[in-house]
């Protein structure tokens, strides 16, 4: 019986993973010409358009995406479909066609 409970003792630990490592995006923080030409020009195409889509196609923080939206809002390129706190989901503005 001795040799039967010496087994147990004999496998090695679990070892814990590190876990996923995620690479540190370094956005532009001020909107420089080329990608305010970018964002004038292509986002009038883009049928969703929120923070996120902004953050991801023109590689800017979250916070210039935010002041990028209320400006293109007021010059009328983009409405406002879904105004919450936490989430303004925008759309193309089209011309009304009576």
Do not use: C, F
């Not at 590689?59 to 002041?67: E, H, Q, V, Y």
């Amino acid at each position: 019986m001795a040799p039967a409970a010496s087994t147990g003792a004999k496998k090695q630990k679990k070892k814990w993973s590190k876990g996923k490592v995620k690479d540190k995006a370094n956005h532009a923080v001020v909107l420089d010409k080329a990608t305010a030409d970018k964002l004038y020009k292509d986002v009038q195409s883009y049928r969703l358009i929120t923070v996120s889509t902004l953050v991801d196609r023109l590689k800017i923080n979250g916070s210039l995406a935010r002041r990028a939206l209320k400006d293109l809002e007021e010059k009328g390129q983009i409405k406002k479909v879904v105004g919450h706190h936490n989430l303004s989901i925008y759309t193309r503005a089209v011309a009304a066609t009576e």
